[in-house]
């Protein structure tokens, strides 16, 4: 097996990038330091480069750094990159009409999917989420559809390496009925999420083929009172024709 390169520095680099953006208010060193279990010295020189290519920004006053304009630009520039997000938007916005509930797009992002479109229902009380937000991998019906993507083989051993965490009493966190869930996603082309992610609230969501290193789904997320076992079904269907529909559209298919 080929050995996989390691580059610590570039860890620890993106581990004070990401805990300094969840932070509200940013972080001091001593904060970093203190989180991540990674040494003061370390952190001040990690930072101190960060902050001189501007990925960081530091509050002369209160010592904090948060996210600077270099990581915001860079981000700017891999989200218009993503060009199936034209291709899908129309369906989605069809989608949306036909189930009037909301309909997001996202793309895996190793243990995690995170959201880089969303349609939001036009009901008052509706389900919604920020782009850029972070979904676990293992949660929900678009989770199940990234794992049936993948070989049986590599799809059973991500799920026993990976503790499957209960959010709700729904939760299935069985792997054998998580692994005879992925065979039904591999049948009918979609996944179906009953109350397991968040209780009250259902979802389901079909794979869109994938475009250069992007994984990406479509899914529908609403209320149970509005998603109940009569509208299952259309809903199903409907979210299954609206991801053929842009796979036809990225395929160049009229």
């Not at 009901?123 to 990234?146: C, E, M, N, Q, W």
């Amino acid at each position: 097996m080929k050995k996989q390169y390691q580059a610590p520095i570039v860890k620890k680099a993106f581990l004070i990038l990401k805990a300094i953006s969840i932070a509200n208010r940013g972080l001091r060193i001593s904060e970093i330091s203190s989180q991540l279990d990674i040494s003061k010295s370390t952190v001040h020189g990690i930072t101190a480069a960060l902050e001189d290519q501007g990925a960081l920004i530091r509050d002369i006053d209160s010592k904090r750094y948060t996210i600077g304009t270099t990581l915001m630009e860079l981000g700017k520039a891999a989200y218009e990159k993503m060009d199936f997000k034209k291709a899908a938007r129309p369906a989605m916005e069809h989608l949306m009409e036909q189930c009037r509930e909301s309909v997001f797009l996202g793309v895996r992002n190793k243990d995690s999917v995170t959201v880089i479109d969303i349609v939001e229902s036009r009901k008052d009380f509706k389900i919604t989420s920020p782009i850029g937000t972070s979904l676990p991998l293992l949660a929900g019906s678009v989770g199940k559809v990234f794992l049936s993507k993948m070989t049986r083989k590599d799809a059973r051993a991500y799920i026993l390496g990976n503790a499957l965490t209960r959010f709700t009493p729904k939760t299935i966190t069985d792997p054998e009925i998580y692994l005879r869930a992925l065979e039904t996603v591999r049948t009918t082309g979609v996944a179906f999420d009953d109350e397991e992610y968040i209780s009250g609230v259902k979802a389901v969501a079909a794979p869109i083929q994938s475009t250069g290193a992007y994984n990406p789904a479509i899914w529908v997320v609403g209320f149970t009172a509005g998603m109940d076992k009569k509208q299952i079904p259309a809903i199903m269907a409907q979210t299954r024709a609206a991801a053929l529909e842009i796979n036809k559209k990225l395929a160049g298919t009229p």
